[in-house]
């Protein structure tokens, strides 16, 4: 698997398409038992950290909502 370079900075897309292919390499069937094992923790790894950024994104959009609401309240947008 081609490892990114440290400069490189780190994107959602990407970590997904690494899971996907580590998921490929392990329904290969072409691994033994101690490589299946060493992907599948790669996967999580990665997974988790995929799910910690997408929970830090939420808390963003959550909060860039609230603004909203608090700039254009609801009622005023009634008048439309």
Do not use: H
Not at 11 to 40: H, K, M, P
Not at 49 to 76: G, S
Request: charge should be negative; hydrophobic fraction near 35%.
């Amino acid at each position: 698997m081609k490892r990114r370079k440290s400069e490189d900075p780190w994107r959602y897309e990407v970590a997904i398409a690494e899971v996907e292919t580590l998921i490929n390499q392990i329904e290969s069937g072409d691994l033994d038992l101690a490589e299946v094992v060493e992907r599948f923790q790669q996967a999580a790894q990665t997974l988790k950290t995929c799910e910690a950024f997408l929970q830090e994104k939420r808390r963003q959009v959550e909060i860039i909502i609230e603004q909203l609401d608090e700039t254009y309240p609801t009622e005023d947008l009634e008048e439309f």
